[in-house]
């Protein structure tokens, strides 16, 4: 049996408690079912990871390198008050809330698959709201080609920062188009659940069909440019993270093959299964890449 949504809900019970009593009755009767019925276009049917799976085993550097070690230490991340400064080549830069970028009303339920450059993988219902919308909200100007992204540097919440494992803090970046597709979100909550923290809590990105390391967590800053960021896996070892990190069983990492995954969870024996073209969504993000050059611009 899949679970969905509607299956495994408390009627959204975590929702923002503002929102909720504002928007009455008919919103306490509804969600659950009209952001099951948004989310089948996009999502997959495979069944989802457990919570305790998608929560326990992460990456998560500001933590630890170790799988467990988000878990273990994450919940010494202040999430609130939090606030997401947006600016760069947009008609209103500021200080957003996290309310302001996904309020409830706007929320989706999103199954995706998560592929990890490790080789590993889960699938994972976000909940969240397309990116595309965030940036209609600020306006994008035209000259605008590249989103860059940031994550909290708070050493003394945060660890792992206080060692140089990589360039603090965690810097990514996606072409305006990636940005704007309507695949790429910003989750806030997993499950029934507001997002934990070693999953990124309060916002991060989720962009399906590339390596998991481009989904950045804990999302302080966002900044339109004209030029391509340097993100920080790339910028720390460019023969090995490329900018744009699609899924790509024909690409092998260097030091490993990307052809195979496994697949948390499926059992000692039975977990290990093919990697798919765009993490299997070529149909809706193939064209984005029409004409260039795969190998090169892995
Ligand atoms: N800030 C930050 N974001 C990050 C990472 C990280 O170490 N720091 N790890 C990335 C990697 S490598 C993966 S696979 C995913 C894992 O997301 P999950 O733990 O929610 O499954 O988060 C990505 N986002
Ligand atoms: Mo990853």
Redesign the pocket.
Known sequence: MKLSWSDVTPKAAWLNRRNFMAAGAAFAAGPAVAMQGKASKFSTDQDPNTFEE?TN??????FGTGKED?ARHAAAMTTDPWSVEIGGLVDRPGAYGVEDLAPDAALEERIYR?R???AWS?V?PWIGVPLASVLDKVGVQPSAKFVAFE?LYRPDEMNGQKYPI?DWP?REGLRIDEAMHPLTILATGLYSDPLPN???API?LVVPWK????????IVKITLTDTQPVATWQAMQPSEYGFYANVNPQVNHPRWSQGTERRIGAGLFGGRQETLMFNGYADQVASLYAGMDLMKNY
């Open positions: 998608i085993y992460n990456n998560f550097y500001e988000p998560l990890c450059v490790e889960m994972i994550t990589l965690y070693q999953n990124g991060r390596y998991g390391f481009k989904s950045i967590k804990s």
